[in-house]
T-cell receptor, first 114, second 114 residues
C-alpha cells in the first residue's frame, strides 16, 4: 500500500547547527507534501508545504526540497534554536478534489542542544 | 491556539466503561477528522466527516463510534475498549476535503485503557 518512510527517527543537533529530515513516498501520484511540527502536549501544526511543480520552497530558517523523480522530499532547518525541539512529521497527499488522505511518516524527534 | 479544542485532555478507562471524546472547531471548516497517534507509528486516519456526513471509516473496530451533529462538533464514543487502544486521539479540521487543504489539529486526548 501507500506509505511514507521518514528518517531519522531521532536527531540531536547543537544550537545553531542545521538539521535535515528526509522522507520517501511510494505513490507516484502524490503531488502535495506538507510538514507538520508537534510540540509536547500539542497537536501537529503545519510549518511548510510544497507542491510537485516546485523543487524548493523556503520560509525564513525552514526550507523544503522535492525530487519527484526519486520520490524524495526533505526538510531543512538552519540556525536551529531550542524552540525547534519537537517531533516533525512529513506527509504526502494528492491535489485532487475529494481526496483528503494524508499519508504520514513516522515522525522525527528533533532535539536542539543549547 | 489552532482553533480546534478537545476534551478531555486525559482519560483513563476500564475495558467495560463507556466514554466519549469531544472535539470542537471554531474555524468555520466543513471537514473534520479523527486520528489515532501511537508511539513510533504514522498517524492513523480513523474517520472523516464532510458537511456532517461520514465519508471515511478506515476499517476501525466498531467499539469506536463517531458522531458529527453539526459541522463544528465531532464526537468519538468509546465502549469495551482494549488496552491496545491506549493512544493519543487527535481531532483535526480543514476547510474542505481536497488533498491540499491544511489540517488544523487539536491538542489531543491521551487515552489509557486498563
Amino acid at each position: 500500500g501507500e506509505n511514507v518512510e521518514q528518517h531519522p527517527s531521532t536527531l540531536s543537533v547543537q544550537e545553531g547547527d542545521s538539521a535535515v529530515i528526509k522522507c520517501t513516498y511510494s505513490d507516484s501520484a502524490s503531488n502535495y507534501f506538507p510538514w507538520y511540527k508537534q510540540e509536547l502536549g500539542k497537536g501537529p501544526q503545519l510549518i511548510i508545504d510544497i507542491r510537485s511543480n516546485v523543487g524548493e520552497k523556503k520560509d525564513q530558517r525552514i526550507a523544503v526540497t522535492l525530487n519527484k523523480t526519486a520520490k524524495h522530499f526533505s526538510l531543512h532547518i538552519t540556525e536551529t534554536q531550542p524552540e525547534d525541539s519537537a517531533v516533525y512529521f512529513c506527509a504526502a497527499s494528492m491535489e485532487t478534489s475529494g481526496t483528503y488522505k494524508y499519508i504520514f511518516g513516522t515522525g522525527t524527534r528533533l532535539k536542539v542542544l543549547a | 491556539e489552532t482553533g480546534v479544542t478537545q476534551t478531555p485532555r486525559h482519560l483513563v478507562m476500564g475495558m467495560t466503561n463507556k466514554k466519549s471524546l469531544k472535539c470542537e472547531q471554531h474555524l468555520g471548516h466543513n471537514a473534520m477528522y479523527w486520528y489515532k497517534q501511537s508511539a513510533k507509528k504514522p498517524l492513523e486516519l480513523m474517520f472523516v466527516y464532510s458537511l456532517e456526513e461520514r465519508v471515511e471509516n478506515n476499517s476501525v473496530p466498531s467499539r469506536f463510534s463517531p458522531e458529527c451533529p453539526n459541522s463544528s462538533h465531532l464526537f468519538l464514543h468509546l465502549h469495551t475498549l482494549q488496552p491496545e487502544d491506549s493512544a493519543l486521539y487527535l481531532c483535526a479540521s480543514s476547510q474542505g476535503l481536497a488533498g491540499v487543504e491544511t489540517q488544523y489539529f487539536g491538542p489531543g486526548t491521551r487515552l489509557l485503557v486498563l
